[in-house]
């Protein structure tokens, strides 16, 4: 069992940052891949960022690229999402979320289905005002 609690949310105007937090506690050797996830209301889950805990590769989809930062600390099993110049359309709850599996699906590519993480924070909510 891996428990996630993740913080950092909160509201801000447009162009602002916040940096997000989880910290994962129980087995967390298990954790092949961590993920960052967001739903705003009426829309589908969506990946945000992701990290091989391993490798310390990462990645990001489309709508943070360039804006957002996923990185990690071993040490206090932390996950972290710096996020700036926030939009918006930013404005989701985030979820941090745990997969025993790998990040990668068949020919490496990242594979990153909501489906394949096990274990969910309670999320924390980011607002974004214009």
């Known amino acids: 069992q891996v428990q996630l609690v993740e913080s950092g949310g909160g509201s801000v105007q447009a162009g602002g940052s916040l940096r997000l937090s989880c910290v994962a506690s129980?087995?967390?050797?298990?954790?092949?891949?961590m993920g960052w996830f967001r739903q705003a209301p009426g829309k589908e889950r969506e990946v945000v960022a992701a990290?091989?805990?391993?490798?310390?590769?990462?990645y990001y989809a489309d709508a943070g690229k360039g804006r957002f930062t996923l990185s990690q600390d071993n040490a206090k099993n932390t996950v972290y999402l710096q996020m700036n110049s926030l939009k918006p359309e930013d404005t989701a709850m985030y979820y941090c979320a745990a997969a025993s599996q790998i990040c990668y699906g068949p020919g490496g590519t990242w594979y990153l289905l909501a489906g394949k993480f096990t274990y969910w924070g309670q999320g924390t909510q980011v607002t974004v005002s214009s």
């Open positions: 990290i091989a805990t391993r490798a310390g590769s990462t």
């Open positions: 129980g087995y967390t050797d298990s954790s092949n891949c």
